[in-house]
């Protein structure tokens, strides 16, 4: 398997656009996680989907971030408009309902809003 | 306040001695507690996971050992390899065990030196 794949792994973006990150998890699994990771707060959830349902997305920071899972074999996180605060590591993570042996990061999106 | 809390912040060893990582934790209930690794520029990959009822769990040189009632774990990597430079991050999950919170440490950074 190839694990979960993410895309870009780097994005330098200027601020005000918007930016889209792409994550592809691992065939089968049916929970699929977005974090965001920085020196000062580490890794943070951002929202978590359970067969392509949004379930708890209270970690999003604001308006400004939304995600989506249209199939069981992508899912999008957009950041419209971007800001340079939004300068972080991004990771996809996936898993299979009761086993928690399977929980799986992708390899991250680095982004840079200048 | 963060609910895991790691020590130390980093760490410099030579090749070839042994390190002990340290992590506390005040989740309570904890449905289990893992050790990851995240190399640089990559995402966090699994090296062990304990139950409550466990006390200890090997991943070759790296060795985990859990005291639920203190509510502490310890990360031994022996020999350490050039290899082993990466940061270390204890992670607790909340019940239920098929999918609960998890609550990250914010990392214990190594590097092994020839």
């Known amino acids: 398997d190839a694990g979960v794949i993410q895309s870009p792994r780097h994005e330098v973006t200027e601020m005000g656009q918007e930016v889209t990150l792409r994550c592809k998890p691992i065939s089968g699994h049916d929970y699929l996680f977005w974090y965001r990771q920085t020196m000062m707060r580490g890794l943070e959830l951002l929202i978590y989907?359970?067969?392509?349902?949004?379930?708890?997305d209270s970690g999003m920071p604001e308006d400004r971030f939304s995600a989506k899972m249209p199939n069981a074999s992508f899912s999008t996180l957009k950041i419209q408009p971007s800001e340079p605060r939004d300068s972080a590591v991004y990771f996809c993570?996936?898993?299979?309902?009761?086993?928690?042996?399977?929980?799986?990061f992708g390899s991250g999106t680095r982004l840079t809003v200048v | 306040k963060n609910q895991v809390e790691q020590s130390p912040q980093s760490l410099i060893i030579l090749e070839g001695k042994n390190c002990t990582l340290q992590?506390?934790?005040?989740?309570?209930?904890?449905?289990?507690l893992r050790w990851y690794k995240q190399d640089t520029g990559r995402g966090p990959v699994s090296l062990t996971i304990m139950t409550f009822s466990e006390n200890t769990k090997s991943n070759g040189r790296y060795t985990a050992t859990l005291d639920a009632d203190t509510k502490q774990s310890s990360l031994h990597i022996t020999a350490s390899q050039l290899s082993d430079s990466a940061s270390y991050i204890c992670v607790v999950s909340e019940p239920p065990d098929s999918w609960g919170k998890l609550q990250f440490g914010a990392g214990t950074q190594v590097v092994v030196t020839p």
């Open positions: 992590c506390n934790y005040t989740v309570s209930p904890f449905s289990n």
């Open positions: 989907f359970n067969n392509n349902v949004p379930i708890d």
């Open positions: 993570a996936s898993s299979l309902l009761g086993q928690s042996y399977g929980y799986t």
